[in-house]
């Protein structure tokens, strides 16, 4: 039983991952969360916009995230999104097994 | 995560909007970033919408993550919950089985309660109805003389406080009075149960329960009727027609259905009337024990009972009438009855003719009409609350045993918890998995006991109506009581499955993990629990123990008149127009056509059978003397020729009333040897002479006879009887006994054949053995012995098997102790010593718990008892010695085992 059925189901769990990651910097809202991925991608990833609210449900379902209400640059009332303890651990975890995936898959990709 | 999704759920429309806006402004902030880039505003809001995608769709998911999952997971614990109850097989019947009978016990009895004390009248907002009763001081003045301005009653009372007077019954003045124009009822009325009339219909004749209504009645209850109509104020005046209404019921049976009774004519003693209407099928009245066949217009009893009932409404000092009235809206019963107090105050004021009389009048009570009439409340509350809470002990052992096997079982499961944890699952997640076991559990067992229940009811239904002719008790298993239900096999799950949950899934899992065989430190919840399975059924023992005691008591009463082979039953030809002096030779004449049924040894007469004589009405009540000297506490009984005879009652002088005890001839008087010891010392009664004072006739003593148990078996005892010849005391109604050659209701037909040739207007009613009647006054008893044996037996079956399975259980741990001894020289005897000594260590415990709390507990039967108190040493011991022995019967088998253990095998597998 345990987390199993809690992992996030999105392709190899990218999206979750990179939304801990973004926001594992600072607190940002739905609208920040996509910009910060998409800059500092330099526009290579594209979220899919509307996925994002569905993930941030999920994420904050697992206790992962925590959304409280703050104020954005343009002084309008938002959810904040700021990550937990729960949620660094899961960034930790889950940044080990993309490495793990990428290293394999460089792997496969190097070998003649 | 639980807590998370709760809260969600509390603040889910809340939540949801939250989320529109967050959206909202996620496309807001897009839109303005590409209209920064040189869009126009129309197509920047377009573009961003469409970069979003389906806006109310992600809404949809979004939402759906905190929903769906719930389930889903849900539905894992279930089928995970589901795998290991099969894997289990032995350990969930078991447990499904205990709970099963503990539930459905506690079911059943609910749904006895629910049906008497809980359920409303089955009429319009029950709420708004009140009746009308009075209390008053006792009536005795200082010399035991009754000094009340009740002269006279045709109703009940039952017992107040400290003799008090507490009753429903009203002159009917009273109810005029308090029906004028009031503020505070719409309407008020009246009505009383005349018992058993003879109704007539198409020439065949059955015995009626009757109710007299007031013309307000059905409109007052706010019942309509299955076809016709109902009685109203008109029908209810001296001289209107004859009308009634019947029960759904007696239309079916009578006249095949309600629509097909209407205008038909019937006659009821023999006077005619015209059926108007039908009730509704769920009314049975206002007394859910009377139950009406027949609903009479009030006044119309003087056409049935003749000038005695003119009189009733006459007199002011003479209690019958019994009242309900309907509050008008917005109006409290505090109100209603600081209203009408005053005005019953001052009209029985004048009723009182003396000082005496005018100290303690009576005062109007109002009490909540909803329920009805308390008279099957007040016979059952309180046996029911008895057997409510021995079935809740017995809940309660089920669950401490469950819990306990689950306990061993979490033991057992350890490994796997720490496997789970060290994994990452939360512990609340495993401990609600877990709890989704146990009420899965507890839910199969409820709806197994739901089954168990409607056996149950059907059973307690029957033992509980034993005899009763027109038992009137109907409990089912409606909503509301399988709704309990339910509550309570949830309750019963996360009661037994959250100690064992959390103890197995305590942080500490590492010891776990590395020893398979989890021989951790000795635990003390089994032991705690096994305890309180044993101290509850020691309660349950004494129970019934004392039940059984007095049970054994009533049986060992002195009767001194036969209890076998005698057929009893009931007539009452004045009901079907028989007058005298007629009537006396019409009864003479069917005793000797049932003498000469073959098998019928002899038959007899009487005005009612001895064991209902106590309470039965036609005997005279007045003074007798013998000389100048009053007798004291001797009962009258009418009784035919060979009344001694058919019922084996010995002859000790004189002879027997016999057919030659004519109406014309000197009365004659049988007495009893109590009797004649008393007033007539050593000499010969025989010849002397009793005088009846108040009929101012002499009777000549022509016979003694032994002793006999007048009245029922507990309060009856008086031995002092005086026999009268039925021939000149003259009964209306009769009860005739036949001596008979094997199962006497086997004559039963015959004895139809000769009242039918008789006459057939007159129906046979009260058809019992003697066995069966003597029986039936103590079907409370009997009862109680029943059920509580039962239980007993229930409950000491679990807490053994709790025993046994915890004893194993430490055994198993401690095979490498027990080797260990063994090796060092240790004897068969002395291990098994070990074990059997921890079994009685913990029964003695339990014992020491539970003597106290039976001792000042079982105070609260003493009323349930006959000659026997409620700590009665004898059955203290028993129960002790009994349940010591079925202990050490549980703790021997895995002492045995433990003798069994082959030291070097145990030490290898240390």
């Keep these: ?112 | 995560m639980l807590i998370r999704r709760l809260r969600y759920w509390t603040e889910k429309a809340r939540r949801s909007e939250v989320l529109s806006e967050e959206m909202e402004l996620h496309l807001a902030e897009k839109a303005a970033e590409l209209q920064a880039d040189g869009m126009t505003p129309e197509r920047a809001r377009a573009e961003a919408r469409r970069r979003f995608g389906n806006v109310s769709l992600k809404h949809e998911e979004s939402r759906e993550i905190w929903m769906t999952r719930f389930w889903s997971e849900l539905a894992q614990d279930v089928r995970y919950g589901f795998r290991t109850m099969i894997a289990n097989k032995a350990f969930s019947t078991l447990a499904v089985l205990l709970l099963a009978l503990g539930i459905g016990a506690n079911t059943a009895i609910y749904s006895f309660m629910e049906a008497i004390l809980l359920r409303s009248l089955p009429v319009a907002d029950p709420e708004s109805l009140v009746v009308l009763n009075w209390h008053s001081p006792p009536p005795f003045n200082a010399s035991k003389q009754w000094v009340h301005v009740v002269h006279g009653i045709q109703g009940i009372f039952w017992p107040g406080g400290k003799g008090a007077l507490v009753t429903g019954i009203f002159p009917y003045g009273a109810f005029e009075t308090l029906g004028e124009e009031n503020p505070v009822f719409s309407t008020l009325f009246g009505y009383f149960n005349g018992q058993n009339h003879n109704l007539a219909i198409r020439g065949q004749a059955m015995s009626a329960n009757t109710e007299y209504v007031t013309g307000e009645y059905f409109r007052g209850l706010g019942v309509s009727p299955a076809a016709g109509r109902l009685i109203g104020s008109e029908d209810d005046r001296p001289g209107a027609a004859a009308v009634a209404v019947i029960s759904f019921a007696t239309s079916q049976n009578r006249f095949g259905g309600p629509p097909n009774a209407i205008g038909q004519s019937i006659l009821v003693d023999n006077v005619p009337f015209t059926v108007i209407g039908v009730a509704p099928p769920e009314f049975f009245g206002v007394d859910p024990a009377a139950s009406p066949d027949l609903y009479l217009p009030l006044h119309t009893n003087v056409l049935v009972d003749g000038a005695r009932a003119a009189r009733m409404y006459r007199d002011g000092n003479f209690y019958w009438i019994e009242m309900m009235g309907r509050l008008r809206p917005g109006v409290s019963m505090a109100q209603a009855q600081a209203a009408l107090a005053p005005r019953f105050h001052q009209w029985v004021a004048t009723t009182a003719s003396t000082d005496g009389e005018r100290a303690k009048l009576p005062a109007l009570i109002l009490n909540p009409g909803a329920e009805g009439l308390g008279s099957l409340r007040r016979q059952y509350s309180k046996p029911l609350y008895v057997l409510l809470a021995m079935v809740g002990l017995i809940l309660a052992v089920a669950c401490a045993n469950i819990a306990n096997l689950l306990l061993a079982r979490a033991a057992a499961r350890r490994s796997e918890m720490a496997v789970r944890l060290s994994l990452g699952a939360g512990r609340f997640r495993v401990v609600r998995q877990l709890l989704t076991e146990s009420v899965m559990l507890a839910s199969l067992g409820g709806a197994l006991g739901i089954l168990f229940a409607m056996w149950g009811v059907r059973t307690l239904t029957l033992l509980l109506s034993r005899g009763q002719e027109n038992f009137t008790l109907h409990a089912e298993l409606n909503w509301n009581v399988l709704g309990v239900t339910a509550a309570l096999s949830v309750v019963c799950g996360l009661l037994f499955g959250l100690a064992p949950a959390i103890q197995s899934t305590r942080p500490d899992v590492m010891p776990a993990l590395k020893n398979g065989r989890g021989s951790g430190p000795r635990r003390r919840a089994p032991h705690v629990l096994v305890v309180a399975q044993i101290a509850i059924s020691f309660l349950l023992l004494v129970a019934a123990g004392l039940f059984v005691r007095t049970l054994d008591k009533l049986h060992s009463v002195q009767l001194g008149y036969a209890r076998e082979n005698i057929l009893l039953f009931s007539l009452n030809a004045r009901q079907a127009g028989h007058r005298q002096p007629e009537m006396t030779t019409f009864y003479a004449d069917l005793r000797k056509r049932f003498e000469s049924i073959p098998g019928v040894s002899s038959a007899t007469l009487s005005q009612s059978s001895i064991i209902s004589a106590g309470h039965a009405g036609g005997a005279y009540r007045g003074a007798m003397k013998i000389g100048a000297v009053t007798i004291q506490g001797a009962s009258v009984m009418v009784a035919g020729p060979r009344f001694l005879t058919t019922m084996q009652i010995p002859i000790l002088a004189g002879r027997e009333i016999d057919d030659r005890d004519q109406t014309g001839s000197t009365p004659v008087a049988v007495i009893s040897e109590r009797l004649a010891r008393t007033y007539f010392g050593n000499e010969n009664p025989v010849g002397r002479r009793i005088t009846f004072v108040d009929d101012n006739r002499d009777l000549e003593i022509v016979g003694v006879s032994a002793n006999l148990r007048y009245g029922s078996l507990k309060d009856g005892g008086s031995s002092m009887t005086v026999f009268t010849a039925a021939s000149q005391f003259p009964p209306d109604r009769v009860t005739y006994a036949l001596r008979t050659a094997g199962d006497p209701l086997s004559y039963v037909r015959s004895v139809h054949e000769v009242v039918r040739e008789a006459d057939s207007r007159i129906p046979v009613t009260n058809v019992i053995t003697q066995a069966a009647e003597i029986d039936r006054t103590i079907s409370r008893e009997l009862t109680f012995a029943k059920l509580c044996t039962g239980f007993a037996v229930l409950a000491l079956l679990i807490a053994c098997v709790g025993l046994y399975g915890t004893m194993s259980y430490n055994v198993t741990r401690q095979i490498g102790e027990i080797g260990v001894r063994m090796a060092l020289g240790a004897q068969r005897g002395a291990v098994i010593w070990m074990v059997l000594r921890r079994v009685l260590i913990l029964a003695a415990v339990g014992l020491a718990i539970s003597l106290p709390v039976a001792l000042s507990a079982s105070r609260l039967v003493k009323s349930f008892l006959f000659e026997t108190q409620p700590n009665d040493p004898r059955t203290l011991a028993l129960a002790g010695v009994v349940l010591l022995s079925a202990a050490v019967l549980a703790g021997y088998a895995p002492a045995r085992r433990a003798s069994r253990i082959d030291p070097v095998a145990a030490l290898r597998q240390e």
């Design chain 1, 1 to 112: 039983m345990g987390r199993k059925a809690q992992k996030n189901d999105s392709l190899p769990g990218s999206l979750d991952m990179l939304i801990l990651r973004t926001l594992s910097r600072r607190g940002l809202h739905g609208y920040g969360i996509v910009q910060f991925i998409q800059q500092s991608s330099d526009n290579e990833l594209l979220v899919e916009e509307g996925s994002l609210y569905p993930a941030l449900q999920r994420l904050e379902l697992n206790g992962w995230i925590e959304g409280v209400w703050g104020v954005t640059s343009n002084n309008r009332r938002a959810r904040i999104y700021k990550i937990t303890a729960a949620g660094r651990k899961q960034l930790a975890v889950e940044t080990r097994k993309y490495a793990k995936l990428t290293l394999a898959i460089a792997r496969v990709m190097g070998a003649e």
